[in-house]
């Protein structure tokens, strides 16, 4: 990959924060936009801004086109059998509820069991919490290895006749540590159970094939894409969405509205109420294009080497621990021995480089993990080994500074 000519697509990394070049390492929270991106969105509303489906007019024709076209887009992105399984909506987060709240109210039934991992995001847990109080179901959790990875045997042994739903990341947001779907979603479907999948931090950098997968549902957002913000995509397993309420009501979704009952759209159009978030979608089309030009499968490999020369250029600097296996993606968390990561973060923006500290929203991997909060670098196809040895060289400032401020 030319990742020079590739950073020079974004136009925010052309810049400096705070007298330096910026390095910009917090793609898991959001990515940057390259510029045919933003030019899709540009071009909507200054050429043809309209609304989709209703109007016959020029201006709402073009917007439909573009709008449905972007979701065959998506469809043949992570080859779905039918654009009619593709629901736009604002993200990930809103996907799971619509799982959630719909299928699972409508399947779960007191001593029911949902399976999940402690790792999970919080927008994979909450939802699921919810359901089961609604319900009566209970949670069960996959023991974890020691260094985070979720196993196929450790799978199985958590789930039995009693589980309705099995929901897991297929990527950790924290540790970079990639799920065995395929072979989870086998164990669920031996079991009765179907699958919902948090597809966040995994969509944006691999190839995903849900046909493969055998997934049930999938959930990812366009915004950690290279696409804009308040976009996502629920996919979903045709049979069982059109046996789904919606969860939003009013127009757009409606087929036939009468004064005391009505009737909805086919799927997906039943989940998409209101006005839909037209540019959105639009520019999520845009940003495919530019993943497709370039290559998943080219992106992925970037971004474990970029892991792997990270985990070895972390290592070295005393005094940091790396949390997570050695085989990841492109994430990479850690914390700085007696340094909050808070200070750290700080210290590493004054000199222009991005990385998030917190509990990543995830706060029982935080309690496994034995921490209150941690530091996390996340490269993506725009990063380089130079960005990766400007984190190192920060870290071993961040120290020398610290170091003198507590001598």
Same mark, same amino acid.
């Given at each position: 990959m030319d990742v020079k000519a590739i950073r020079e697509q974004f136009p925010i990394l052309q810049q400096e924060v705070?007298?330096?070049?910026?390095?910009?390492?917090?793609?898991a929270a959001t990515s940057q936009k390259p510029l045919q991106v933003i030019e899709a969105v540009n071009d909507y509303y200054r050429r043809y801004n309209s609304n989709v489906h209703r109007g016959v007019h020029t201006l709402g024709s073009m917007a439909t086109d573009e709008y449905e076209g972007a979701r065959e887009k998506v469809r043949a992105f992570i080859n779905a059998p039918s654009s009619q399984q593709i629901i736009f909506n604002r993200g990930t987060t809103v996907g799971i509820n619509t799982v959630a709240s719909s299928y699972g109210d409508a399947h779960l039934q007191e001593g029911d069991e949902i399976v999940l991992?402690?790792?999970?995001?919080?927008?994979?847990?909450?939802?699921? @919490? @919810?359901?089961? *109080? %609604?319900?009566?179901?209970?949670? %069960?959790?996959?023991?974890?290895e020691a260094d985070g990875t979720v196993t196929a045997e450790n799978v199985r042994k958590a789930v039995s006749e009693k589980t309705k739903i099995v929901a897991v990341s297929h990527v950790s947001n924290v540790l970079g540590t990639v799920d065995p779907i395929k072979d989870i979603a086998a164990i669920a479907h031996e079991h009765g159970a179907i699958i919902v999948v948090d597809g966040a931090q995994s969509v944006p950098h691999m190839t995903v094939d849900v046909q493969d997968l055998d997934v049930d549902f999938y959930a990812f957002s366009g915004h950690k894409m290279g696409g804009p913000t308040g976009i996502g995509v629920l996919y979903g397993r045709k049979s069982l969405l059109e046996n789904m309420e919606p969860v939003e009501f009013g127009g757009e979704m409606i087929d036939f509205v009468g004064l005391y009952d009505s009737t909805w759209k086919e799927t997906p159009w039943k989940f998409e109420g209101g006005t839909p978030i037209i540019a959105g979608a639009i520019g999520l089309g845009a940003a495919i #294009?530019?993943? *497709?030009?370039?290559?998943? #499968?080219?992106?992925?490999?970037?971004?474990?080497?970029?892991?792997?020369?990270?985990?070895? @250029?972390?290592s070295a600097v005393d005094g940091l621990e790396v949390y997570g296996p050695k085989e990841r993606t492109g994430i990479m968390t850690f914390n700085v021995q007696d340094v909050h990561?808070? #200070?750290?973060?700080?210290?590493?923006d004054a000199e222009g480089i991005a990385v998030r500290a917190g509990h990543h929203c995830a706060q029982p991997l935080m309690k496994w993990l034995d921490v209150a909060s941690t530091a996390r670098a996340s490269f993506y196809l725009y990063n380089s080994t130079e960005d990766i040895d400007a984190l190192a060289e920060g870290l071993i400032r961040v120290k020398e500074y610290f170091g003198d401020v507590f001598a």
């Open positions: 705070n007298g330096s070049p910026l390095v910009y390492l917090d793609s991992t402690e790792k999970e995001h919080h927008s994979n847990l909450i939802p699921w @919490q @919810q359901a089961a *109080k %609604r319900n009566g179901a209970h949670l %069960r959790y996959v023991e974890l #294009d530019f993943l *497709k030009e370039i290559g998943l #499968d080219d992106i992925a490999a970037h971004e474990k080497e970029l892991g792997q020369y990270a985990l070895k @250029q972390l990561p808070h #200070d750290v973060a700080t210290v590493l």
